[in-house]
Structure formats: structure tokens, C-alpha cells
């Protein structure tokens, strides 16, 4: 019973942590560059969710389209910060940007609520649902449901629009792109677009049940990190089942041992993988062409 | 005594060394003026954070890879001063020591595996080390203190005699600011920083070279971590507590701010930017807390705009004003005689696939000293995989490199180029700042041993060492007919120009073999000629030379044998004459010979 408990919690925060690493995956895909601010921007959808929710005293479920719709404009505001003055500079270059975007974030929400955890509306109100003796949080159940509902919408945008396909072909050779007349700026400002937003989603998401703190996200992209190595450099639904993996093995070590042992093994973990299969990562690796 | 005038005026005429002086001394001024202990306290943090910025200019300035574990050495001196001196009640001679050697053993430890990584994936990592170090510090009570830390840490004692703080222990920071700066400088003024330049713009170049670049990585990353444990040790006889804190990301961005605000690769910079911005929230106290949003902004700020930081743009600056007179070119010295006698090429069944594609099939060839082969084959047939492959920029699937005796597979690229096989690149280097004619001394510096440590040591030796591989460089230069450019700067050249300084960059490595993609594109006829009458000379001096050429014209002139490839084998192998004639080398470049249906 407890097991079935942990493991429907385990998958309300690995369908939260899927929507970071999706949006992750999905700007690393288009830019070869990875935004280390994806954390802070899904602290920063929690925070908009929170300051939204008393001029609309509605259910979280409907503050939705709102966070999704002010998080994508601040995903293109990050891409015209950070990103495309860099175009013509190394990798690393928008690692730093994205890290200096976060501190600004993270130190703007600070002054904005204050340093002590708030919480976000609950997405269809508290409480507990009793299905033939099993009880489940509420909170969880929705979680669980809007997080797979924007993961396929956001799988049927990529694999069956046009958009989806310009995405894609922008996102694997962003020249051939351009040859054949897509926009591929545009395309990668989407990606950053449709990234913050899938990462505002979870900052909502997440905001009830485990509250949101200034520096809370610079966990997450961690995670989001470790999720998309796990799954397979640019593979979307890789990193969806690297975010489920890890929310279970975070869920059971912490239920078992501690938080502590936890995020430890994680890290381990992290380690483990770039010792191991380093090669396998180096997609974009500098190789002069013949 | 007229000569040491001299010499200090023009010390202080070059660059930015009289402005940097003058700070140098606003600095102390203000020290000794500023009176408060609490301005003397930020000023010895200030002290501190220079000391680590300045080690983490080793390997993100000079090395160009994004640590994020600066932040964790430094975490890590400080916590063996802490726990030593706290709970231990070690003294100073004993802590500070072992708190140097503390982060340098973690940086070792943790090279082997994560130094390899590239970019983003070393900077992840380095993360990933911070965030275990971080739980053990919090969660190893009875040791660290927990989250509380530990307190009581006893001062610095030297020569018997508990240092006072305010401005004693204030003037001792400095000084060993002071002190490493000075070794910071004297590492990387000579080879190191032109092998540096070269690792950090074009690693590719760097490997062509024969620099090692691991090994600079390497000997980068423990400096860091060098610095860190000694400013860890320092700040924690500061504040006289130690606790998470100190391994906390925020620490971490501290550093990689002050960084890139000061000037990256830049000493002043790091001692700048550090001042800066350890007194950058006294200065905004008065927009309160939020002042932490304008240090991310201002981060922001300098990465895009000004990507040198504040000394890099005083640098421009100077240039714009005082535009500097290139240098005198040196004298050119010959290259010492090689010793070994000259050696065969034999490539034995060589292949490589890239995702089900054979790029290069089973291709075995041989050249002699002297010799020069022509390889040719339409775009996509393998020549530049094949390069690459004796060059060891990619490691075969099967088969053979031997040059001599010697095996060469899967050693790597820069161990080939040092063995004595140079090359071109298609589209030669990147290097943007630096001069044609030290991007040729790099190489003469990687095949010496100019660079190994102990010789960087050396001041004196060292500097001569330079001036012989410039001396050497600029006779490469004058074999390709490109002295005349030799103090310019690489970017600046056109490309025809610049290929050739690439040349010379490969012989400078002295190389048995000479293995060179497209030289002559992008020259016009008489340029051609030229070129081929030199490599001519060069291979009349026992060079083997292979050149990726589509132009046969140029080969005609120029080789005496050409080897064709088609889909990575070898289709045709013959004089030149007989190659233009061979009917199937057509069928390959014009899908059909004349006169034949297709």
C-alpha cells in the first residue's frame, strides 16, 4: 500500500522533472548549448503561478495557459540576451550567459518574495482521493495527469506540424535548414520558447507540494542534466524516462536511507556516467571536415 | 645604472604596465589610510578572492575549460584549515601546507576521468564533484561541524609570533597575492602562454603542432587547485570560521565573475576584478539587497559585450591610442640537423566507418624520403579521412601506420606529430591574436622539451629557449617565402599567405613526413609555381610529402607518383601522366569516360 503510495509520489515528481528536462533537451537540440538556467526558470514559473494566483482565485489548473504564455516570452527574452549575441563564440560562452541570466533570476525573485518558501494553489484544490482503500494525494494525481498531457501535446507539436518538422530539421543541421528556407532563428527562439515554457509548467506543478525557493532551481538542472544523459544525448523521450528514473530512485533511496544518501548517489551517478561513456556525448565535438 | 633606467622605462612604457602600477599603489594607499577594521577585513578578502581568481585564470583563462570546481578547492583548503586548526589545534606551519596539498590531490584524483571531457560535460562535471563535496561537508558531523561549521580557528603564526589582524594580516595576503602573481606570471609569459593560446583557440592546431594538450590541461588544473587551497586556508584565518559556505555555487560564481569582468588569461585582471567586485555590495548598499541581481547583470554585461573583461578593453584602448609598431622580426636560425636517418611511411590496411560508412576502406600505401605523392579522388572518396587517420585525429578501425620502425596507430595526434609527421588543414588555424611567426615557434617549443615544467621554471633558460624557437620559426618562414609577414598576426594574412605559414608551422615539428590538404587552393598561377619549386626543395632535403591536391595541373609539375581514391580505396596508383589517362580515374571524377556511354 505504501509502496503503491511512494510510487504514484515518485511519479508526480518524475513527470515534473520531465517537463525540466524536456524543455532542456529541446534547447540543447537547437543550439548545441547547454542553458544552465533551465532551473531557474522553472523556479521562475512557480513564482508566476504564485503572483498570479490572488488577482485570479482560480484553481492552478487554470493559471496554466497564463504561466505557459508569460514563461515562453521570457524564454525569448533569454534567447535574445544570452544567446544570440553569441553566436559566433564557443559553447562555453552560453553556459556563462545562461549562469549570469540564472543569478539574475534567482536574486530578482529573492527581492521580489523574499527568501522563505511560498507555495502555489493546489491544481484542482487539496485533499485526498480514496479509490477502494488506496488513498492518493489530489495534488499528485494531477500532477501526474497534466504533466503526460503537455509532454504529448508537446510530442504531437514536434513529430506531426510542420513546426514540429522545421524544429527538427533546424535542430539537425541548422545550414541545411536555412538552405531549404526555414527560418532557422526563428526556429531556435521556439525552441527556447517552447523550453522555458515546459519549464514554467513544472515550476507550477512543483510549487504546491514541495514549495519554491529563490535558489531552488539550481538543483534541477542538475537533474534535468543527469535525466538527458541517462536517456540519451537529444533523445526526447529519452529524457523522459531518464526524469521518471531518477525521481524513483530519488522517492525510494529517500524513503529507505535519506534525502542525503539520495542526492549523493545521484551526483555519484552523474560522475559514473561522463567517466564512462564520454564518447558517446560528444555529438558536437569539433571535427574539421573534409 | 643608466641601463636599469632605461630598462624601467621602458618597462613602464609597455602596454599597461604604468596604469597597473598606479592601481597597484592606489590600492595600498587606500589600505593604509582606510583605518576602519572593517575596510581592512574587505581588503584582505579581497586579497583572498584574488588569490583564487588568479589560480582559476590557470585553467579557465589559459587552458579555455569551464571548471566549475574552483569554488570546491577552495571549499576544500578551508576546511582543512578549519578542521585541522579547530578541531586539532594544528598551527599555521602545519595547516597551511596541508591545505595546498589537500585541493591538489582532489584535483588529481578527479583529472584523470573528467579532464577529458569537452566543454560543457567537464564544466557539469566539475559541478557534479562541488555538489559531493558539499553533502559531505554538511552531513560529516563530527568532523566539519555540520551545517554550523566550526569555529575557534586559531590565527596565522609566523616565526613564533601570532600575526595581528587589521593590517599585518592584511599586508601578509598581499604579499602572497604578490608572490603568485609573480609565479603566475613567470608560468605563463613564455612557452606555456603561446602553447596556451594555441590549446584554448585551436585545439586542432595545438595537436598538428605536437603540443600536449592533456598535459597543459593537466598541470592548469592542479595549479587552480594550488591557488584555491591557499586562499581557502587564508580566508578561513580571516573570518576565523569555516562553514558550508565556502563550498557553496555562489562561491563558484563569485570567481568566474570577478574572471571575466577582470579580463580572462589576464594576471591584472584577476586582481582587479576580484577588488571589484568584493566591494561592488558596499558600493550598492544602497539599492539594498538587490544589488546581486545587477552582479548577475553586469556578468551578463561582459560576456556579451566586452568577452576581455575590463583589462582586455583597456588593452583595446591603448591599442586605439598608441597603435604599437610591429615588432622587429629575429634573426632566423637553422634548424639543428636531424639525427635519425630518414624513415619510410607505410600505411597498411587502413579503415574507418562512421555510422555503417566506410570513409576509408583498407587502404595501404607507402612513401619514400624524398618522395612526392599526389592523392587524389573525388569529394567524399577519403583523402582527408585518410589524413586524419595517420594523423590520428581519428583512431582506425583496423590496419597500420608505421613510420620507420615505429607504430603509430592509436598513438595520440600530438605524440604523430612530434614522431615526425606535420600536416596542414583544409582551412588552416584559427588563432586570431597571435603572431605568424609564433604560431611556427609553439611547434619548435612542443618538440623540445620546452615545455615540461621544470623548464618553464627557469626563468633565464626559458627565455632563451624562446628566443631560439623564434629564432628557428623564422627560418621555416623563410623557406616558404612568408618572413616578411612573420610579426603579423595570423588573422590579419590573406589565405594563400596563411596556408603557407601552416606549412612552416609543419616544419618546424621537422617532420620525416609532410602531409599537406589543398595547399594550393586559393593561389593564383605564379603562386603555384612558387609553392611547388619549394615543396620540390624541401622533398630534394628528404622529406616524404603527400598532398591532397584537385588541382592537377599543380601536380603534374610537382609529384611523381599519384595515388586515386574512390569510396575509400585505392582506385589507381601512377605517374601523373598515366593517372590523367587511367579510364577508370575518370569514370570516377566524371562518372563516365569519353567516349563511353555512361
Known sequence: MIAFQLLINALALGAAYALVALGFVLILNATGAVNFAQGDLVMAGGYVAIALAPLLPVPALLLLPLVLLVMAVLGLLLSALAYFPLLARPPSAVFISTIAVGIVLQNGANAIFGAAPRAAPPLLGAGDLALGGIVLSRQSVAIIAVASLLVLVQHLIISRTQFGRALRATAQDREMARAIGIGANAMIAASFALGAALAGAAGLLLANQFFVTPTAGSDLVVKAYIAVAIGGWGSLWGAVAGALLIAVFEVGVSSVLSYTAAAAGLYAALLAILVIRPQGFFGEAAQRRA | ?598
Not at chain 2, 590520428?392 to 598513438?411: H, I, N, T
Not at chain 2, 609564433?438 to 620546452?450: E, F
Open chain 2, 1 to 598: 645604472m643608466k641601463r636599469l633606467r632605461d630598462r624601467v622605462t621602458a618597462w613602464l612604457g609597455d602596454g599597461l604596465n604604468a596604469p597597473l602600477l598606479l592601481g597597484a599603489f592606489a590600492l595600498a594607499a587606500y589600505s593604509l589610510l582606510a583605518g576602519s577594521s572593517y575596510s581592512l577585513r574587505l581588503m584582505s578578502v579581497a586579497g583572498v578572492y584574488a588569490l583564487l581568481t588568479l589560480g582559476y585564470q590557470f585553467i579557465f583563462g589559459q587552458a579555455g575549460a569551464l571548471s566549475l570546481a574552483q569554488g570546491t578547492f577552495f571549499g576544500c583548503g578551508a576546511y582543512v584549515t578549519g578542521i585541522l586548526g579547530s578541531q586539532l589545534g594544528w598551527g599555521f606551519s602545519a595547516t597551511f601546507p596541508l591545505s595546498l596539498l589537500a585541493p591538489v590531490l582532489l584535483a588529481g584524483l578527479v583529472a584523470a576521468p573528467v579532464l577529458r571531457l569537452e566543454s560543457h560535460y567537464f564544466a557539469l562535471a566539475t559541478l557534479g564533484i562541488g555538489q559531493v563535496m558539499l553533502l559531505i561537508a554538511v552531513h560529516w558531523q563530527v568532523v566539519t561541524g555540520g551545517a554550523n561549521g566550526l569555529a575557534g580557528i586559531p590565527g596565522i603564526v609566523l616565526f613564533g609570533a601570532t600575526l595581528p589582524r587589521g593590517l599585518p594580516l592584511l599586508a601578509t595576503i598581499w604579499g602572497i597575492v604578490a608572490f603568485a602573481a609573480l609565479f603566475a606570471r613567470l608560468l605563463t609569459c613564455g612557452a606555456w602562454g603561446l602553447a596556451f593560446t594555441v590549446v584554448r583557440e585551436d585545439p586542432l592546431a595545438a595537436a598538428a603542432s605536437g603540443i600536449d594538450a592533456a598535459a597543459l590541461r593537466f598541470a592548469a588544473f592542479l595549479l587552480s587547485a594550488l591557488y584555491a587551497g591557499a586562499a581557502g586556508a587564508l580566508y578561513v584565518h580571516t573570518i576565523l570560521v569555516v562553514s558550508p559556505e565556502v563550498l557553496e555555487f555562489p562561491v563558484m560564481v563569485a570567481v568566474l565573475t570577478m574572471a571575466v569582468i577582470g579580463g580572462r588569461a589576464r594576471i591584472a585582471g584577476a586582481i582587479l576584478g576580484a577588488v571589484l567586485l568584493v566591494h561592488l555590495p558596499e558600493w550598492l548598499r544602497f539599492v539594498g539587497g538587490t544589488y546581486l541581481v545587477a552582479y548577475g547583470g553586469a556578468l551578463l554585461f561582459f560576456i556579451v559585450l566586452a568577452p576581455d573583461g575590463l583589462v582586455g578593453a583597456a588593452e583595446l584602448l591603448l591599442a586605439r591610442l598608441r597603435p604599437a609598431r610591429p615588432g622587429v622580426p629575429p634573426a632566423a636560425i637553422a634548424l639543428p640537423p636531424r639525427v635519425a636517418c630518414a624513415p619510410v611511411l607505410a600505411i597498411d590496411d587502413l579503415a574507418k566507418s562512421f555510422g555503417g560508412i566506410a570513409a576509408v576502406a583498407g587502404v595501404s600505401l607507402s612513401i619514400a624520403p624524398g618522395e612526392i605523392v599526389g592523392l587524389i579522388g573525388p569529394n567524399g572518396s577519403g583523402k582527408t579521412t585518410l589524413v586524419n587517420l595517420v594523423t590520428g585525429l581519428y583512431r582506425p578501425d583496423r590496419g597500420a601506420v608505421r613510420l620507420g620502425e615505429r607504430a603509430l596507430a592509436g598513438l595520440p595526434p600530438a605524440a604523430i606529430a612530434r614522431a615526425g609527421i606535420g600536416r596542414t588543414f583544409q582551412n588552416g588555424n584559427s588563432l586570431e591574436a597571435m603572431s605568424a611567426l609564433d604560431s611556427v615557434a609553439t611547434a619548435r617549443l612542443a618538440v623540445g622539451a620546452a615545455l615540461a615544467f621544470r623548464r618553464v621554471l627557469r626563468p633565464v633558460a626559458s627565455r632563451r629557449t624562446l628566443a631560439l624557437a623564434r629564432g628557428e620559426a623564422m627560418h621555416c618562414l623563410e623557406l616558404l617565402g612568408v618572413a616578411a609577414v612573420a610579426m603579423q598576426r595570423c588573422r590579419a594574412l590573406p589565405y594563400g599567405t596563411r596556408r603557407r605559414v601552416e606549412i612552416a608551422r609543419a616544419l618546424a615539428l621537422q617532420p620525416a613526413v609532410l602531409l599537406l590538404d589543398e595547399p594550393a587552393a586559393g593561389l593564383d598561377g605564379a603562386e603555384q609555381d612558387d609553392l611547388a619549386r619549394r615543396l620540390g626543395e624541401l622533398a630534394q632535403g628528404g622529406i616524404a610529402i603527400l598532398v591532397i591536391e584537385h588541382n592537377m595541373d599543380f601536380l603534374m609539375g610537382l609529384a611523381q607518383r599519384i595515388v586515386c581514391l574512390d569510396r575509400g580505396r585505392v582506385l589507381a596508383v601512377g605517374t601523373p601522366a598515366a593517372i590523367r589517362r587511367d579510364p577508370d580515374v575518370l569514370t570516377a571524377y566524371l562518372g563516365a569516360a569519353p567516349g563511353q556511354p555512361a
